[in-house]
């Protein structure tokens, strides 16, 4: 009897114990990144496997780019709200479809991961290419503070163009900093005082994104004219 007691006991803390570790895993992730609204987009390897009931789409929110990328940054709050928008421009009420959209990006664009990621464009290992990702240089503007990316269905061709104008959500003088502050990061040089403070300025940004979006911060138009580039080229 003494025995099974101990049993029970021990799978109650196997059970409390890998609930508390759950919790404190997803836990660093604010309740704030949920006001971002979610992406319902309809994935049909997810239902051809069973993850998915038929009709049943895939719902993507801020947290799960979080778990993606291994952090929320303005960035990737940046590119989770501007594929939202250009989503919703591409198919109105319809329900997105996952695979069947491309992308082009302007280099050196980390919102195009968080796009990729949504819009399930993801080679089979690193060091291969996906057609429906394509990198052109001529996306890039003449002014530098934008990012560019290209949306396209693919049953029928319609394209927007969406922009984040960074100039918007943060002036010289904090770019600036971002920049000093990161490499004193890489270089292991910056205090537990400084990583503090400069999270506190990240998350705000977020913040900011998601809760208070700055006027034309964001912008989505039409694009009928813009032709992808030849993968590889």
Same mark, same amino acid.
């Given at each position: ?19 508390? /570790? ?30 998915? =009931? ?7 929110? /801020? ?21 939202? &928008? ?31 990621? @949504?819009?399930?464009?993801?080679? &089979? ?9 394509? @990198? ?11 990012? =560019? ?20 959500? &943060? ?6 900093? @971002? ?11 910056? *205090? ?26 964001? *912008? ?14």
């Amino acid at each position: 009897m003494q025995g099974r007691s101990q049993n029970i006991v021990f799978v109650l803390f196997t059970i409390l114990l890998t609930a508390s /570790l759950t919790f404190a895993q997803t836990n660093w992730l604010p309740d704030f990144y949920d006001q971002a609204g979610y992406i319902d987009i309809y994935d049909a390897d997810a239902v051809q496997v069973g993850s998915l =009931v038929p009709g049943q789409p895939l719902r993507i929110g /801020l947290k799960d780019v979080g778990l993606f990328t291994g952090h929320v940054c303005p960035g990737a709050a940046s590119g989770f709200v501007l594929t939202k &928008m250009a989503l919703e421009a591409l198919y109105g009420d319809d329900l997105p479809q996952r695979g069947q959209i491309r992308i082009a990006t302007m280099p050196d664009n980390d919102l195009a991961n968080v796009a990729a990621y @949504i819009c399930g464009i993801l080679p &089979m290992n690193l060091l291969s290419k996906h057609p429906d990702l394509v @990198i052109d240089p001529k996306l890039k503007p003449q002014k530098p503070g934008k990012l =560019v990316l290209i949306f396209k269905r693919k049953d029928n061709g319609r394209m927007v163009k969406a922009v984040f104008n960074k100039s918007k959500l &943060m002036n010289p003088k904090t770019i600036k900093a @971002i920049h000093a502050y990161k490499a004193k990061f890489a270089r292991g040089q910056a *205090s537990i005082k400084e990583i503090k403070k400069m999270g506190a300025v990240f998350q705000n940004m977020v913040k900011k994104i998601v809760l208070k979006t700055p006027a034309h911060l964001f *912008s989505v138009k039409p694009c009928t004219k813009y032709v992808f580039p030849a993968q590889g080229k």
